[in-house]
């Protein structure tokens, strides 16, 4: 790797340890979720980061389920996690590993620090423990149970194993130290009793470890050299260091800790996102609102984007609000190479061209995508009797409004110059119900002779060959910032009653007949579109990815 490229911090500690230890020759991390809900963009950042060293470093990295907390965990979460990060585009080839799965290990680990007086069955409730533990300011008091026997301990603590106590009625404490001033060290529980049905291991334990006690262990048992985690894990860092310490591993892995992401107008703890699921506020985990993997994707994100992004926003220790301005920017860019130009009107208004002759039909010519002549062309049907977007014409039109109105001229995109000339309304209501216009047949799109110039340039479809499709666009979830984070519960976040909107009777251009789910366009002046997976041969369903509007391009300019 280069070193002229700036590295950040991890990549700074990484090279450090390779070059001390000269043995070891390969990292490898790992990406340890927790199947208690779907993966969302901050999950993102954490698997670019980890997958992302071990592709940098030649190292490897593993996909582990944390899966220690039996009532929240299912299979369909283990499921969709695994779907998205290859979807990402990551590998963990045969590296996947369940916590569960080191359950016996687990318990060994913590019988061998019974034994060397390390751990000890402690009597008192989760009140009780609480109690003890003291405050920031004032040191713990010791558990009345903390000097039992080593062969108390063990026995006790097999007692735990098989059943013989109720939920909750004894624990198992690291013995450390409870005038430490890290509360995690006071203690700390490593081993609970609960009778809960876990989503791998059924009813075969009654005991569960603590994810401080699993997680390093899990770790030092896969041979992982760097546990990279979230910034809120510091504090229990010399609880990770002691348990690898006073366990007998081979390679003793090492915590490093960054900051998570946080998003403007965003929510991304999956216990919130989890509540809009079920309180009905949004369709599913899919939902193209939501900042999940699975809803960023049915949104039309592309996973080159949001890697894009993951690398923009980089690793740091202090914590941030990213705007969401700048994911949209990532994949503006990303569609903007890649998504076909097409024409669709949203909000249609339709426009009778009265010399253009009744029955005719021509084809005219569209580049598919005036940035990169290979993606080809191709052809438009034009008729007398078309479509252009209502907000396209003002009647009575207000300063520097170059669209149509009466009298007035603009240019049909691929097409040619019209003029409105007379506008029919109900009379009654006064709606708008159509124009008519005449058009310059002199004024044909690539042979243009008329040497004439218009201000506006108008999007269009051919009424009779337009195909229906419903359009949904979409606001952010969220009005406001969470600021204080996805530690920070107390802030409010006010759902924006209006982040779906469902236009049910948009007209596409006939070249769209045959899209697939998941095929993304760019709506000419409406921004990037993506084919929703509702869509049946009926009907094509569009999720707009986001406007052409780059809040955060204009931003970075000023
Ligand atoms: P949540 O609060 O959303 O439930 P979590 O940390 O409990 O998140 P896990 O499934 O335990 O979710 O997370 C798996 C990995 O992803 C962890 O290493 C965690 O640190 C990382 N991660 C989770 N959220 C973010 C985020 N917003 N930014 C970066 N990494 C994250
Ligand atoms: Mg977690």
Redesign the pocket.
């Known amino acids: 790797m280069s070193d002229i490229i700036s590295k950040n911090f991890i990549e700074n500690i990484i090279d450090e340890d390779l070059r001390q230890n000269e043995d070891a020759k390969r990292i490898n991390t790992r990406?340890?979720?927790?199947p208690?809900?779907y993966l969302?963009i901050?999950?993102a950042?954490?698997i670019c980061l980890n997958f992302g060293m071990a592709v940098k470093y030649e190292g490897l990295c593993n996909l582990r389920y944390?899966d220690t907390n039996p009532s929240k965990e299912d299979m369909e979460y283990v499921e969709s996690i695994e779907q998205d990060v290859k979807w990402l585009g990551f590998d963990w080839a045969d590296r996947k590993f369940y916590t569960s799965n080191y359950f016996e290990k687990i318990y060994e680990c913590a019988e061998n620090l019974i034994k060397l007086g390390k751990a000890y069955v402690c009597d008192l409730n989760s009140q009780e423990i609480r109690d003890y533990r003291g405050t920031l300011k004032e040191p713990g008091k010791e558990s009345p149970y903390r000097n039992r026997t080593m062969e108390e301990n063990l026995e006790l603590f097999q007692k735990m194993r098989e059943g013989e106590f109720e939920d909750g009625e004894k624990t198992l404490r690291a013995k450390i130290e409870m005038a430490s001033p890290n509360l995690n060290m006071r203690d700390p529980v490593l081993y609970r009793i609960l009778r809960a049905n876990h989503h791998r291991t059924g009813d075969e334990w009654c005991i569960y470890p603590m994810y401080d006690f699993a997680h390093p262990i899990s770790d030092a048992l896969e041979g992982i050299t760097h546990s990279?985690?979230?910034l809120e894990f510091e504090d229990h860092r010399p609880l990770y260091e002691w348990i690898v310490n006073n366990l007998d591993f081979e390679i003793k892995p090492r915590q490093i800790e960054f900051a998570?992401?946080?998003l403007t107008n965003t929510v991304?703890?999956?216990?919130k996102l989890r509540e809009l699921v079920e309180q009905g506020n949004v369709k599913g985990w899919d939902d193209p609102r939501m900042p999940t993997i699975s809803g960023l994707r049915r949104r039309g994100y592309t996973a080159e984007s949001i890697r894009d992004f993951c690398e923009r926003i980089g690793v740091s220790k202090a914590n941030s609000l990213v705007e969401v301005s700048l994911l949209e920017h990532c994949i503006r860019e990303d569609l903007n190479d890649k998504a076909v130009r097409v024409m669709a009107v949203l909000r249609p208004l339709k426009v009778i061209i009265d010399n253009y002759p009744e029955g005719k039909v021509e084809e005219m010519k569209a580049e598919n995508n005036p940035n990169d002549p290979e993606m080809g062309e191709r052809t438009i049907p034009f008729s007398r009797e078309i479509y252009i977007e209502q907000e396209d014409f003002m009647e009575e039109p207000v300063k520097k409004f170059f669209r149509l109105s009466p009298g007035k001229e603009v240019r049909l995109k691929h097409a040619y110059i019209i003029k409105c000339e007379k506008v029919v309304k109900n009379e009654e209501t006064g709606e708008i119900l159509e124009l008519h216009c005449t058009y310059d047949p002199q004024t044909k799109s690539g042979s243009d002779t008329s040497g004439r110039k218009v201000k506006g340039t108008l999007h269009w479809v051919s009424a009779e060959q337009a195909i229906k499709a419903e359009v949904r666009l979409y606001d952010y979830l969220y009005k406001n910032d969470n600021e204080n984070g996805?530690q920070g519960d107390n802030q409010e976040m006010i759902l924006n009653p209006n982040s779906l909107e469902c236009l049910t009777s948009c007209l596409v251009e006939p070249s769209l007949k045959k899209v697939k789910d998941g095929e993304k366009f760019q709506f000419l002046r409406q921004g990037y579109f993506c084919v929703d997976s509702d869509s049946t041969e009926e009907k094509l369903v569009f999720n707009r990815v986001v406007s052409l509007r780059d809040s955060w391009a204009k931003k970075k300019k000023k």
Do not use: A, V
Not at 31 to 34: H, I
Not at 268 to 271: A, G, Q, T, W
């Open positions: 990406f340890p979720p927790e208690n809900g969302h901050g999950h950042k954490s944390d990279i985690c979230t998570r992401l946080n991304m703890s999956k216990r996805e």
